[in-house]
T-cell receptor
Framework: DAGVTQSPTHLIKTRGQQVTLRCSPK?????VSWYQQALGQGPQFIFQ???????QRGNFPDRFSGHQFPNYSSELNVNALLLGDSALYLCASSGAGTLRGTQYFGPGTRLLVL | GESVGLHLPTLSVQEGDNSIINCAYSNSASDYFIWYKQESGKGPQFIIDIRSNMDKRQGQRVTVLLNKTVKHLSLQIAATQPGDSAVYFCAETSGNTPLVFGKGTRLSVIA
């Protein structure tokens, strides 16, 4: 049974560019959450997708957007990249469309903005 | 290379000893708590959870203690092994709010 998968594993972009990160949830899960983890910090919630809609959102600007597909996979898009967007971006999946469900994390995508 | 946890609180323990990792949470309304383990280059891995109607829960080699009076959570690892070396995060949530993670503690096991 495949766990949560993310692609790419690493990415280097320059300021002002746009990036798309991808996530496939654990088999049987229908809810995907995205987190940003800066070096030396705990993950910070960006938003959650369920039934192809954004259900909840953390304190992140509109430059951060996402999408969920009918197969429950998800994308995170970041526009107009800033140096401060450099971080590990984590995807977590859970079942039952609730934030309270146990979330299983993928390995993350490490984004470096130069 | 290092990908998680520069300048984190560090706990160093001898292999075979017990480890205790502490966490102070901030929201008195939080009613569900989770401990995650994050190894270098990997995403957080679920270890154990506890709901606010309990004060103790045991898993395999791990025990979580919850003290709601002082808003404190601890993770105890019995017979610590080199494979336990990682950064450990506590996370809290209430109702249907997003998980809020603590800053993390690095556990270093000395063989």
């Amino acid at each position: 049974d495949a766990g949560v998968t993310q692609s790419p594993t690493h990415l280097i972009k320059t300021r002002g560019q746009q990036v798309t990160l991808r996530c496939s949830p654990k088999s049987g899960h229908d809810t995907v959450s995205w987190y940003q983890q800066a070096l030396g910090q705990g993950p910070q919630f960006i938003f959650q997708y369920y039934e192809e809609e954004e259900r909840q959102r953390g304190n992140f600007p509109d430059r951060f957007s996402g999408h969920q597909f009918p197969n429950y996979s998800s994308e995170l898009n970041v526009n107009a990249l800033l140096l401060g967007d450099s971080a590990l971006y984590l995807c977590a999946s859970s079942g039952a469309g609730t934030l309270r469900g146990t979330q299983y994390f993928g390995p993350g995508t490490r984004l470096l903005v130069l | 290379g290092e990908s998680v946890g520069l300048h984190l609180p560090t706990l160093s323990v001898q292999e075979g000893d017990n480890s205790i990792i502490n966490c102070a949470y901030s929201n008195s309304a939080s009613d569900y708590f989770i401990w995650y383990k994050q190894e270098s280059g990997k995403g957080p891995q679920f270890i154990i959870d506890i709901r606010s109607n309990m004060d103790k829960r045991q898993g395999q080699r791990v025990t979580v203690l919850l003290n709601k009076t002082v808003k404190h959570l601890s993770l105890q690892i019995a017979a610590t092994q080199p494979g336990d070396s990682a950064v450990y995060f506590c996370a809290e949530t209430s109702g249907n709010t997003p998980l809020v993670f603590g800053k993390g503690t690095r556990l270093s096991v000395i063989a």
